[in-house]
């Protein structure tokens, strides 16, 4: 038999999950060993062993294909087959698995398996289609599925777009309503007859009670006011020292 590119883990919990419960009646394509073909309808409940039944004996694993087909090979195992004094098989399978033509023997049955490693229908029509050429259609079903990655993470970019968007409007109003405090405070304090300076400090605190961060603009004033009195001051200072 050849080696099989499966995950043999995966299928042993696979079979041990459905040995728990019910399985699905679904579609199939049974390739039979005098070359024919048809689609079949399966019990895939575990103490029914279609598979098992369909094949004339206990079955054993072949090989799979991807998308589009997401199909398993299942054929009987070699020591039964040679019990059961089984012909070769006249199929070709497609590859890599044409290499076995010829040396397999007894019925093969396809099998499809979703995502979750449950059995799922495949027809006889989709098997022949495959089968005509796998590069092309599996080339297609890859190009398919980014087409619809690249469709979903443009959908995020959006979202992400949206979000910022909320974000910037949350920034402006907090901006608004610190604006709007301070000018608040600043009238209440001329109200009462504070300085500028005064009017500015209850500006801060209120601002600071509200949990509103100090505008940037602020902090940048102070080093400008600073420059403006040291210039005010230097003639002044510099008359001084002539006299």
Known sequence: ????????????????????????????????????SKQVTLDMTPKEDAVGQLLGGKATFVGSYPAPLDGVVMALREDVAKELR????????PPPYDRDAGKLRGPFVLLRMDADSNPADVTLQEYQEFKADPAAAIAKA????GAQQGSDEDEEDEQDEEEEQ?????DEEAALAAAAA????????K??????????????????????????EEEQEQPKAKRAKKAAAAPAAAGKKRK
């Open 1 to 36: 038999m050849p080696e099989l590119p499966l995950n043999i883990p995966s299928l042993m919990s696979m079979i041990a999950r459905m040995k728990q419960q019910s399985g699905p009646i679904v579609s199939a394509v049974l390739l039979s060993a005098d070359g024919r």
């Open 86 to 93: 089984a012909p070769v098989n006249k199929h070709v399978l």
């Open 142 to 145: 890859k190009a398919e599925r």
């Open 191 to 216: 109200k009462r007859g504070m300085s500028t300076e005064q009017a500015a400090a209850l500006a801060r605190s209120k601002r600071k009670s509200m949990g509103i961060p100090e505008p940037e």
């Open 182 to 189: 301070a000018a608040a405070s600043s009238g209440r304090g």
């Open 166 to 170: 909320d974000e910037d409007e949350e």
